[in-house]
């Protein structure tokens, strides 16, 4: 039997029924299903939304600003699709305004030569899926000057010298690697790449079957394709890797904003079965060189074709979640077989050149072919895979029933909130983020939506009071500054989670008010203490959902949700971990995570020392370091107790405990480095010995 035959010819049932007996494909199916909904990574087609629509907030409330400074981005990767595998990369796309490229020469009628870099995008010369870029305006920003080249009467922009004119730019300023046209780096301890592109307003030539082919398939939806077409298309700096004196010149054409919006238009079950793909992916094809060639954009393209193929939902559902994974796996090894994988919007582009081919795909091959050979069982080779069909594989009638409970939804939000914290830096930063709010505000949101609102105006209002704050002003002014101020951290404490109300006892530490911080510290640790409180996870399930149930999401922000104290490194909050901050910014972290629970006893600490209340701080300071030593990972998880080391460190060494001080310090070094503190640590422990030293 030849390959084709080993490929094509075995039917799905008979290989289940051969290699793993699955007796009811439809069960397990479904048991698959639900085993993802209720991971975190994936989750239900609820928090999917969530996330998506929280995301999609992020980029509204911060594209005033973007237009102001005439540069637009947008997110993308798999967790801007909505999954939150610990892989799922953060991709961003930029460009500026001012570049326009066309398609054809008419279009520039509708444009200023005066104000823009006009662009003609040209097909004629390149690979499939590539262009040229042709500039038919003087270049007026240091991007296209330093990367057009003149051959003779035409100045086409290479992308060779556009993508190192950024990759020089981005390095000055933060550690980094070239990643095709992208720059890799990591920012506030996550991974990511930024890619400086171009974007086209109109859909390329070379694209245009494919609007016959989605009328043809009905897939997508006419709505959708009209949003997509609209939308148009971006190029990225990066050249084919066909062997030609003039590749220099090629910019690939990338369809991310289409993509994004294609897959959100995916049902759960498909959404599901791409994310099923994504594992298979990682736990089992690339565990091994040859599986290194695959790569997650192959498999979101063989899913593309596979929905377009068959666009009833019908079959897309619950019970064909197996069957859904197996036609795409089928598909995959074809474009193995055949070294071809058409691309999605322009099918003559060949993904598969000049990487899969020869021994390496040979190699490839082969193991395809031994997965297909053992049928949809090969997913047990995947050890989540496995822990999810195992159990309804030893019994048929295993149970596949589940609820979704608001405490799932309640972490989901909170989650995705605690990940994104806007940094603000200048005055106008402040004006648009306000303007963006206050216009969202007014139009018809979600519930969460306006959780997210409230959250993301009480962290504006915090960073402007305390940059207002380190401003000096006369005393003339300071008055009716110090009651702006004080009025912006109540609205924020007022407006978002309870947490909020420390950003005040910090105000009030550093203008001197330190019974108010004794008095505010007090009601905060009752709230803190307070049963069915979610910070890191919820213990209680059930007596969580008992206890908020009458609450709207709103109210249960405000009494039962909690978030680490931010403080952004740019600005400084208490002069006690000003050395913390300095460090961390040169370090590329740009936030510093607080558990509100260390705060709260380190503002009783100072306050009490600043007071003559020693007996008192020393209790605080005792109730501190029982917390860390204490296994309760809620109050201080793994990833802040670097941070809260440091905390009580300073404290001891504020009161004096010059040893205890030395001993917090070089904990603070065991430690998970999550907000790289070391040279801080090391900092403070020279101190703490020369102070020692000198008594001596």
């Not at 980094?176 to 171009?198: A, K, Q, V």
């Not at 398939?217 to 939308?231: G, T, V």
């Not at 990833?639 to 010059?658: M, P, Y």
Request: glycine share 4%.
């Amino acid at each position: 039997m030849d390959i084709m035959d080993r490929l094509l010819g075995i039917s799905f049932l008979d290989i289940s029924r051969k290699k793993k007996r699955m007796e009811d494909l439809h069960n397990v199916s479904q048991a698959l299903y639900v085993g993802l909904c209720c991971n975190k990574s994936i989750g239900t087609e609820r928090e999917v939304t969530i996330r998506r629509e929280l995301m999609d907030m992020d980029e509204l409330i911060q594209k005033p600003l973007n237009r102001h400074i005439g540069i637009t981005s947008m997110k993308s990767g798999s967790s801007r699709e909505g999954f939150r595998f610990k892989t799922s990369d953060q991709d961003t796309m930029m460009w500026k305004t001012v570049n326009k490229v066309i398609c054809e020469l008419s279009q520039s009628m509708f444009l200023d030569g005066y104000i823009h870099n006009i662009i003609l995008m040209e097909h004629s010369g390149t690979p499939q899926g590539f262009v040229k870029l042709e500039l038919l305006t003087p270049a007026r920003s240091s991007e296209l000057l330093s990367a057009v080249v003149e051959c003779k009467n035409p100045c086409y922009i290479s992308s060779q010298r556009f993508r190192s004119h950024h990759y020089q730019r981005i390095k000055k300023s933060t550690e980094g690697t070239s990643h095709g046209p992208c720059f890799n780096l990591f920012l506030d301890n996550i991974e990511g790449d930024i890619g400086t592109c171009l974007f086209c307003q109109y859909w390329p030539q070379t694209a245009l079957p494919w609007i016959e082919r989605c009328h043809k398939k009905n897939w997508p939806a006419q709505c959708l394709l009209e949003k997509i077409l609209s939308n148009g298309c971006h190029v990225m700096p990066i050249e084919s890797k066909s062997e030609s004196d003039e590749n220099e010149f090629e910019w690939r054409l990338s369809f991310s904003q289409a993509e994004q919006k294609l897959v959100y238009s995916m049902n759960h079950t498909q959404f599901l079965c791409y994310g099923v793909l994504k594992i298979f992916l990682k736990d089992v094809l690339r565990s091994d060189k040859e599986g290194l060639l695959l790569c997650s954009y192959f498999l979101k393209t063989v899913l593309f074709w596979e929905i377009q193929n068959n666009p009833n939902s019908v079959f897309w559902c619950i019970t064909s979640l197996l069957s859904c994974f197996w036609m795409c796996f089928k598909r995959l090894c074809k474009c193995v077989l055949d070294s071809y994988c058409p691309n999605f919007f322009i099918p003559q582009n060949n993904m598969f050149a000049n990487k899969i081919f020869g021994a390496s795909r040979e190699a490839l091959l082969s193991k395809l072919i031994g997965y297909y050979e053992m049928g949809v069982a090969c997913l047990q080779l995947s050890p989540y895979l496995n822990s999810i069909l195992a159990p309804a594989l030893r019994n048929p009638l295993y149970d596949v029933g589940y609820v979704i409970l608001v405490s799932a939804i309640d972490n989901c939000i909170r989650l995705e909130m605690q990940k994104k914290f806007r940094s603000v830096k200048y005055k106008e930063e402040v004006f648009f983020y306000l303007k963006s709010i206050s216009s969202l505000s007014q139009m018809q949101l979600s519930e969460y939506q306006l959780v997210k609102l409230r959250h993301d105006l009480a962290d504006v209002l915090v960073q402007t009071a305390f940059k207002r704050a380190n401003q000096f002003e006369s005393n003339k002014t300071w008055y009716g500054l110090e009651k702006m101020i004080t009025y912006m951290l109540r609205l924020s404490a007022n407006i978002s989670t309870m947490t909020y109300a420390l950003y005040l006892a910090i105000y009030y530490y550093r203008t001197g008010r330190y019974i108010e911080v004794l008095k505010l510290a007090a009601v905060c640790k009752l709230k803190f203490t307070q049963p069915h409180v979610m910070l890191n996870a919820i213990e209680d399930v059930d007596g969580y959902v008992q206890f908020v149930h009458r609450f709207s999401m709103i109210e249960r922000m405000k009494r039962v949700w909690m978030d680490f104290i931010c403080f952004n490194n740019d600005i400084v909050y208490l002069s006690e971990l000003q050395v913390e901050e300095i460090i961390q910014g040169q370090n590329a972290r740009r936030f510093l995570f607080i558990p509100p629970f260390v705060l709260v006893h380190m503002l009783c600490v100072l306050s009490n020392m600043r007071l003559g209340n020693m007996s008192q701080s020393l209790l605080a300071l005792e109730d501190l370091k029982i917390l860390l030593l204490s296994k309760n990972r809620t109050h201080v998880p793994l990833r802040n107790r670097d941070i809260s080391w440091q905390i009580l460190g300073i404290c001891q060494r504020v009161v004096g405990d010059l040893h205890g001080a030395l001993q917090s310090f070089q904990q603070t070094l065991r430690q998970d480095s999550y907000h790289k503190l070391q040279d801080a640590s090391r900092y403070r422990i020279a101190f703490i010995l020369n102070q020692i030293t000198k008594k001596r």
